[in-house]
């Protein structure tokens, strides 16, 4: 799958014929909802909404969607480990410290 046929997605999706209003609604309505609750759960089932609804609505392929699932999730993986290792006495780097029995100035 190269670049130039992500174009294709939107075009061949039945949810093309959806009020595009509607479609900005709902998704800030979600994203409004995750943020105000706060709540693990409620963003893992806003997220599992999200997919089945991308996949069995949307009628997208699952090998192209975890594709470009891939790329955001990267930089989500990348981020979380820097905010491990930057988080003071709870960091890893103090974790690992303290198990090899350094001692730390924090």
């Known amino acids: 799958m190269s670049i130039l046929h992500l ?3 939107p075009y061949q999706s039945p949810l093309r014929k959806l009020d595009p209003g509607f479609k900005l609604f709902f998704s800030l309505g979600t994203i409004v909802l995750t943020i105000a609750l ?3 759960l409620i963003s893992a089932i ?3 909404l999200m997919v089945l609804l991308s996949l069995l609505w949307g009628k997208v392929n699952l090998r192209r969607y975890l594709i470009l699932l891939s790329i955001p999730m990267f930089f989500i993986i990348v ?3 820097t905010i491990m290792v930057d988080q003071g006495k709870n960091s890893l780097w103090a974790l690992a410290f303290g198990i090899w029995g350094f001692l730390l100035p924090v």
């Open 7 to 9: 174009d294709d997605i």
């Open 38 to 40: 706060n709540r693990i």
């Open 46 to 48: 806003v997220f599992s």
């Open 79 to 81: 981020g979380v480990l």
